[in-house]
């Protein structure tokens, strides 16, 4: 084998907690997070050496600050591959946008490698790679919809939402960083009630799934852009069951039931925003 494509999945926060800031910068977290198909498609090809990223999208950079490089370089060294690798990234997710498109692709790239080069690395021993380039990409090598805590490295793969996702991303993108930086966790309000969440996924009750999703980072961001509360209102406006910022944002999602209405909405947000996006839900493991 000499190249593959491989699809890299965007996701959605059903809740966001933040229990605590480590003495390692990063904050201890608890969160329901589920893929959706909106994707990037990545295509890994052998070259004779070194790290070539080339993409369709002018807001990502193609050297080594490029998590996706990161992802390759890390694989390389770890089994010492002496070949190069070429990859193209087609960005359809938003860049900045709190849809895990950054670490999506370093997942993509640390399960092509793998299977490109006949490696064998297990699942876990990607995911153990993977939370040394970013919090998000156990996650999504796992994939489907799961419960993320530690810093979103533990996983408990669960059944996940079956629905109609409107995602909508103001002309704006977000620091991550930054969006932890400004949590005081000790002001946090209102915590997700995660558990009621999970038993409410677990028997199909998405009624209850909307009206307590929850994500602690949502009044920071709002406060640095009030265009995302602007955006969960029109949401709920056009018939979303529920609504909810997405990671550190700006990103907002609406959930949907039917597909009439989901169309309805994405049609009326596209004539404001635009980007603005009508997906499905990914199924996660019982």
């Known amino acids: 084998m000499e190249e593959i494509k491989v699809k890299g999945m965007a996701k959605i926060n059903i809740s966001l907690d933040a229990l605590r800031k480590r003495e390692d910068g990063y904050h201890e977290v608890k969160m329901i997070m589920q893929q959706v198909d909106l994707f990037d498609e990545i295509h890994l090809k052998k070259i004779e050496k070194g790290i070539i990223i080339e993409t369709n999208c002018e807001f990502i ?34 860049v900045g946008a709190g849809l895990a498109g950054g670490s999506t692709d370093a997942a993509a790239v640390l399960k092509g490698l793998n299977e490109l080069f006949g490696i ?25 919809a799961a419960l993320a805590e530690g ?32 949590l005081d966790v000790s002001k946090i309000k209102n915590h997700p009630k ?6 409410a996924i677990e028997n199909n009750d998405i009624q209850t799934v909307a009206l307590n999703l929850c994500n602690v980072l949502e009044t920071v961001t ?20 529920g609504s909810l910022m997405s990671g550190s944002g700006p990103t907002v999602f ?21 980007q603005v996006y009508l997906v499905k839900s990914c199924m996660g493991d019982e």
């Open 120 to 144: 064998g690395a297990s699942e876990k021993e990607l995911m153990e790679m993977g939370t040394n380039i970013g919090a998000d990409v156990p996650f999504c090598i796992v994939g489907g």
């Open 151 to 182: 810093i979103g490295e533990k996983l408990t793969p669960i059944k996940g939402i079956d629905q109609w996702v409107i995602l909508c991303k103001p002309n704006i993108s977000v620091s991550t960083a930054t969006v932890y930086k400004k």
């Open 61 to 94: 950079p193609t050297d080594e600050s490029n998590i996706a490089y990161k992802a390759a370089e890390l694989m390389m060294k770890k089994y010492n591959i002496q070949e190069g690798i070429y990859i193209y990234i087609n960005k359809k997710i938003p």
């Open 222 to 241: 709002e406060n640095m852009h009030p265009v995302v509360k602007d955006i969960k209102r029109r949401m709920l406006e056009y018939n979303a069951m």
């Open 194 to 199: 995660t558990d009621k969440l999970l038993k």
């Open 254 to 274: 609406g959930l949907y039931k039917d597909y009439g209405k989901a169309k309805s909405a994405y049609d009326n947000l596209s004539k404001i925003y635009q």
